[in-house]
């Protein structure tokens, strides 16, 4: 979160070139930490001990066949020659061929993050629409049994392996019950039939007026978005509660009472007016975490996100593949860092 | 408060509502073939450069090939596909095709000789991975003018730089490398003189019983059937391959009814499905063996009892009955069982007296110290621990080694290994394949570098036994043949540094509605056409 909160300095400047100074000053940082990420990501990759050329034409191509490929990667440039000539296709928007799947990385990346950007997103809304609740009352009603229940619920969400708790969940869910629909996005027999627009099934369906596949998609996705949902729930209430209970011991809220305040009044007007600014803060957070991919839960729902998609390519050494699915991830933190610091200053009067 | 504490259970209530809305129950179209398997090892659908286990079982679907296994009896051996009929020159160099009449591809094109003209001289020309398969023959950029011929609109004649024999010559044309291309749609998708490899990554250009639906890298293909294919329209008019990495996920869609077809089940989940009704569990021999060999340059393991006596020192049947149950079975000899010329002799077994008194023959009563490198994977690694503790009980100090693909190849390579743990799959279907890097060392100095031929990596010098499997390959009678590799095997079998332990065995748990799937044994690859339900 660097780039937020560069507020309250400059004050006697004129209000334009405070203006571009921030602007400058924001991209200036953006441009430092994604040429940071890149450099890091390209010389870890570099130095790991697997062989793209290998992984390329197999083990047992010929010598010329072995050079001819080694060659036409350039691996045979200096290291640092390398990284220019991939930063300059970068900044071209061309992120290069995958090795493995042989399509352009862009085009991987535009097909596989919005299934990712789908499942975050319904995950974080569960999150959010059950954690803040659940974390209000339980700060609100401290050391009572509902704050016991609250605490334990967040602590198997944050201690339950997901990967097991994926498991079971595909066990009694979808195996047992059958209540929701097995791994994947859509039953196969419906795949392909929506005219791809956002690349997210529940979106595009909707667009296209086809409730039929939008519930299937619905049963597909409930299940993982839950399952993430739990998992920052967990986090989102806990968080809340720790902020909430800090703002209920101010004395503005003893004064407040004493004017004679409603108490629903009191937490939702006054003390949660005043921890918006910190939640935004850990939504975001987590919500970008989500937004990363998470491994286990894409591998084990069959859900072609952009986790799976980065961890594969990393391990067959597809270095193009790797860089790109960072770099998206990284302006994926960027773009929230942004979007949080522009909802600071919407919720918090000081910002303005 | 209270009005906050119903609105958190009731925002909590309709979230795990939610689900209630059950998905609609499962099973799959009748015309429809519905497989989960592991397809991330796929690069390229262009026949001259796919090599893959996942890419030749789609390749197998929609490129014909000149000769191809029929799937309904894949032990007869190759046989006519869009070649009808050929004949051989009495001096064996010159084997002239006849073309199928009537066969279109996709697009509507007949399939004409110019077309496997084409496909073929486009797979040594483009020198891609696989194209060793064909230019073994002698086949070069420079020649194939020359050799590679469509002397008429319906005849191709090939000639080959010796004699060899037939049967070795037709069984590579089955590879996925002989798969024939439409020549007309390639070219119009040429790139700066690719020969249309860049298009045929990801576009399919053949005549066989599917077309390419979509693929999505990773994630799934979908084959849609020909109806004009020339042996009748397949009954499952679309096939679709799922990717799904996890056993236990392929286990509950099987069991769920939504997929047709489990290609990945660990031994656990094939124990848990085949209890099951309604599933069945085909258990089929594959081509991969796992072996361990002895490198030469080690004094110790050059001498030959030491080597008979290590052969003694593992437990096959052990280790098959317990962490390889159902994955692999015993096999010890260099061609996998279905292949030509292949034997079933099983002479060793763990005998820790028999080894002793070997190796006190050899001068180490006390065993002595070595080590193995293998690659990082479960199963070799588990082996390599029964070796260590079977070797142990005759008083050799094993050191495992575990790397990375990278490392222990390259170590491998360079002949720096004591003892290599690993596995070998066979390129193509012909008993060559083996034969070639088992049993073939000409030239054993170290300059040579011929990093193919296992037998060069563990530095075993075999000037005769290289000439007699070479012989093996310009034998014209099929018998003949069959009967040299025997020999050769058995020879192989009695003094080389190798120690053949198992043969691959691949489970698939399948619905019992789905009739006459055949993965394509040993031999070749799956035929979906034939699949009904």
Redesign the interface.
């Known amino acids: 979160m660097a780039i937020a909160s560069e507020t309250g300095k400059g004050r006697h400047q004129p209000p334009f070139l405070l203006f571009l100074l921030k602007t400058g000053k924001t991209l200036v940082t953006i441009a430092v930490t994604m040429l940071g990420l890149l450099f890091v990501t390209f010389f870890i990759g570099r130095v790991m001990p697997v062989d793209p050329v290998l992984s390329i034409v197999g083990e047992r191509a010929t010598k010329e066949i072995y050079e001819a490929a080694y060659l036409s990667l350039g691996l045979d440039k200096p290291l640092i020659v390398q990284f220019f000539y991939y930063l300059r296709d970068i900044l071209q928007g061309d992120f290069g061929t995958s090795l493995r799947t042989g399509f352009p990385v862009s085009g991987d990346i535009i097909r596989v993050f919005p299934a990712t950007l789908e499942l975050a997103s319904l995950g974080t809304l569960i999150g959010i629409v059950i954690g803040v609740p659940l974390g209000v009352v339980a700060a609100v009603k401290r050391g009572t049994w509902i704050d016991q229940v609250a605490r334990v619920i967040a602590l198997i969400g944050y201690s339950m392996p997901i990967f097991w708790l994926g498991l079971i969940g595909l066990l009694v869910f979808y195996g047992i019950l059958g209540w929701v629909g097995g791994p994947g996005r859509l039953d196969i027999y419906y795949e392909d039939i929506v005219p791809t627009v956002t690349g997210m099934i529940l979106l595009d369906s909707a667009l296209d007026g086809n409730w039929v596949i939008f519930r299937n998609a619905f049963t597909h996705i409930i299940l993982p978005a839950s399952l993430l949902g739990y998992y920052s729930l967990a986090y989102i209430s806990r968080m809340t509660r720790s902020f909430m209970l800090e703002q209920l011991n101010a004395e503005y809220v003893i004064t407040a009472r004493v004017k004679g305040l409603s108490e629903r009044e009191v937490i939702w007007k006054h003390v949660f007016s005043n921890i918006k600014v910190q939640l935004i803060t850990v939504i975001a957070l987590s919500y970008a975490g989500l937004l990363e991919g998470s491994v286990l839960t894409e591998i084990i729902f069959a859900w072609p996100g952009i986790g799976s998609y980065i961890t594969t390519s990393l391990l067959s050494a597809d270095m193009n593949a790797v860089m790109g699915g960072t770099v998206v991830v990284g302006l994926v933190f960027v773009c929230l860092n942004i979007f949080s610091d522009l909802l600071y200053r919407f919720f918090d009067p000081r910002a303005k | 408060?209270r009005?906050?504490?119903y609105?958190?259970l009731l925002?909590?209530l309709v979230?795990?509502a939610?689900?209630?809305?059950?998905?609609?129950?499962?099973e799959?179209?009748a015309n429809?073939l519905?497989v989960a398997g592991q397809i991330?090892d796929i690069?390229?659908l262009d026949p001259a450069q796919s090599?893959?286990f996942s890419g030749s079982d789609i390749s197998r679907n929609i490129y014909g090939k000149l000769v191809n296994f029929d799937p309904s009896n894949l032990d007869a051996g190759y046989g006519p596909d869009l070649a009808e009929s050929w004949t051989v020159s009495d001096d064996g160099k010159i084997i002239t095709f006849t073309m199928r009449e009537g066969v279109k591809f996709h697009s509507g094109n007949p399939v004409t000789a110019k077309d496997a003209e084409y496909s073929l001289r486009r797979a040594v020309i483009l020198?891609?991975?696989p194209?060793?398969i064909l230019t073994q023959f002698g086949f070069s950029a420079d020649n194939v003018k020359d050799t590679i011929v469509a002397t008429g609109p319906m005849t191709l004649q090939i000639t080959t730089d010796r004699r060899y024999a037939t049967s070795f010559v037709l069984n590579c044309l089955t590879a996925t490398i002989g798969g024939i291309v439409d020549s007309k749609l390639v070219m119009e998708h040429e790139v700066d003189g690719d020969m249309g490899n860049t298009w045929l990554?990801?576009n399919t250009a053949g005549s066989g019983a599917y077309k390419l639906?979509?693929w999505?890298?990773?994630?799934?293909i979908?084959l849609i059937s020909n109806p004009d294919f020339y042996l009748g329209a397949p009954a499952m008019e679309r096939v679709?391959v799922?990717?799904?990495?996890?056993s236990?996920?392929q286990r509950?869609?099987l069991?769920?009814g939504?997929?047709d077809v489990a290609r990945n089940l660990n031994p656990e989940d094939v124990a848990g499905v085949s209890s099951k009704a309604g599933i069945v569990v085909d258990s089929e021999l594959r081509g991969r063996l796992m072996y361990v060999s002895f490198n030469q340059k080690n004094e110790i393991l050059a001498n030959p009892k030491v080597v008979e006596a290590m052969k003694y020192l593992i437990d096959y049947k052990g280790m098959q009955d317990s962490f390889l149950k159902g994955q692999y079975t015993i096999h010890q000899s260099f061609l996998p069982r279905t292949y030509l010329g292949a034997i079933d002799d099983k002479p060793y077994s763990l005998n820790i007296d028999k080894a002793k008194a070997l190796l006190a023959e050899a001068g180490y009563p006390n065993g002595f110290e070595v080590g193995i490198i293998v690659r990082e994977a479960q199963e070799r690694v588990d082996i390599g621990q029964s070796l260590q503790n079977t070797f142990g009980k005759a008083g050799i100090k094993v050191d495992i080694t575990v790397g990375?693909?990278?490392?222990i190849?390259g170590v491998y390579r360079a002949r720096q290994h004591d003892i290599y743990l690993g596995a070998w799959g066979p390129?193509y279907p012909d008993p060559n394949t083996n034969a070639a890097t088992f049993a073939v060392n000409q030239d054993n100095r170290d300059e040579a570098?011929l990093?193919?031929q296992l037998a060069w990596r563990n530095s075993w010098d075999i000037p005769q036994m290289s000439e007699d499997t070479l012989a093996a390959v310009v034998e014209n009678d099929r018998d003949m043949r069959a009967k040299m590799y025997n020999a050769i095997q058995r020879d192989h079998q009695n003094r080389s540094p190798f120690a053949v332990m198992f043969q691959k065995i691949e489970q698939t748990g399948r619905s019992d509605k789905v009739k006459n799937l055949n993965l394509g044994g040993a031999i070749t690859a799956v035929s979906y056409w034939v699949v009904t339900k």
């Open positions: 408060m009005k906050l504490t609105l958190a925002t909590g979230i795990s939610g689900p209630m809305i059950s998905a609609a129950q499962a799959t179209p429809m519905i991330d690069t390229t090599f893959e020198n891609k991975t194209s060793f990554r990801n639906g979509s999505k890298a990773n994630e799934s979908t679709v799922r990717h799904i990495s996890e236990s996920t509950l869609l069991e769920k939504d997929i990375t693909a990278k490392q190849l390129d570098g990093t193919g």
